[in-house]
């Protein structure tokens, strides 16, 4: 079986069309003898998926309830325990046409959020949509200026969305009304993707395409500090990719981020000091549990970083290649998906691997995301699936 060189998938994410490669080798995935079996409960589907494209659609849960949501535009909200249909809606409109296209599509590309009593789902086309959480009606939509690309955050009484054009506009959740923006500047050459914002302490810490790691007054947007998580170095605009494209993680007085080409750090909240710096590159999401913290590099190496720290616990290489998602969290395991569909286990533990289940062969390109006792997974064909967690 073909796969893409790791190098090669980052170049496509630096860019706005796909590509193909002449630059191919043979990966295997090795031997995994399964501790256990994947218990699937029920498999839904949602339209279309998001297919090839980067459009960041991460399930999101409210008690017993899944919210997804498919690129062209239709959002649901499933039953938790079977899967059954509670609402659906179509958010595409007229204003979503272009002339070049076949039919409608509302190009949704960054969510989803809960909050409020709402869902919200940003869209490549500079839309900000907001629905009832309850019903599935629409309750507004906003132009705002570039493409949201990542997940909205709230807190402190607000919505948060950071765009593709630099801007980060914080919301009045009823209204959609603008409260007040941000601007940063943004390099020739980026990653396809933004840092989700998280929000903590009447702060919005969000990150760069600079390398930095900002945190903004919710209040108002004035910056607080600004700390550096890596320095473009090289001499090619690829090599000076310094996206730190993932959502800041908090855990007591810390921040922690990590840049493609660059390192994780531990950042203190109050002084914006750099506590601890390690050189690992990702532009996928990182996870955190007590005392460890969880990454997958640029390369799809797994692994577990004491969090005062920064020292390493263990490596798990045996997945390097396969265009792994971030890790999950779940129970005494770590869940990760790669590109062909293969959901992975690890002991959190140790990194072993101890077991691995084919699904949807379109592949997972968003992390699965843990709603009680169980995993919910999403692939690009819109296939959506709850899987139990094992003891």
Request: charged content about 25%.
């Amino acid at each position: 079986m073909k796969k893409f060189t790791t190098a090669t998938l980052a170049l496509c994410m630096a860019t706005l069309a796909g590509c193909s490669s002449s630059d191919e080798e043979e990966l295997i995935l090795p031997t995994v003898v399964n501790q256990f079996e994947t218990d699937v409960i029920w498999q839904e589907s949602i339209g279309d998926g998001v297919q090839h494209y980067f459009s960041r659609l991460a399930p999101a849960i409210y008690k017993d309830t899944v919210y997804v949501a498919s690129r062209e535009g239709k959002v649901e909200a499933l039953s938790l325990e079977n899967g059954d249909t509670l609402w659906e809606t179509d958010v595409r409109e007229e204003s979503s046409f272009w002339p070049w296209e076949d039919e409608l599509n509302a190009k949704l590309s960054g969510g989803i959020l809960q909050a409020y009593g709402k869902i919200y789902i940003g869209s490549e086309h500079g839309l900000l949509i907001a629905l009832d959480r309850e019903t599935g009606e629409e309750v507004w939509r906003k132009s705002v200026p570039g493409e949201a690309l990542s997940k909205p955050a709230a807190g402190d009484g607000l919505v948060f969305v950071n765009l593709a054009s630099g801007k980060l506009l914080a919301l009045h959740p009823d209204t959609g009304e603008e409260r007040w923006s941000f601007e940063q500047e943004v390099p020739a050459l980026t990653l396809r993707g933004q840092s989700s914002p998280t929000i903590a302490n009447g702060g919005v810490l969000i990150g760069l395409e600079t390398g930095k790691l900002n945190v903004l007054i919710s209040e108002n947007g004035y910056s607080a500090w600004s700390a550096e998580i890596a320095v473009a170095k090289g001499a090619s605009e690829f090599e000076r990719l310094v996206d730190v494209d993932t959502q800041p993680i908090i855990s007591g007085p810390y921040a922690y981020a990590i840049a493609y080409n660059g390192n994780l750090a531990a950042v203190d909240i109050r002084s914006g000091n750099t506590v601890w710096k390690r050189e690992y590159s990702s532009y996928r999401e990182i996870s955190m549990d007590g005392q460890d913290i969880y990454v997958v590099d640029s390369d799809g190496v797994i692994y577990s970083l004491d969090k005062d720290s920064g020292v390493e616990h263990w490596s798990q290489p045996a997945l390097r290649g396969w265009y792994l998602t971030g890790p999950t969290i779940a129970g005494n395991y770590l869940a990760l998906g790669d590109q062909e569909g293969n959901l992975h286990w690890l002991n959190k533990e140790t990194g072993e691997l101890v077991a691995r289940e084919d699904f949807d062969s379109s592949g997972f390109f968003i992390e699965p995301v843990v709603a009680d006792d169980k995993l919910i997974l999403y692939t690009r064909d819109g296939e959506v699936s709850a899987v139990a967690i094992p003891n």
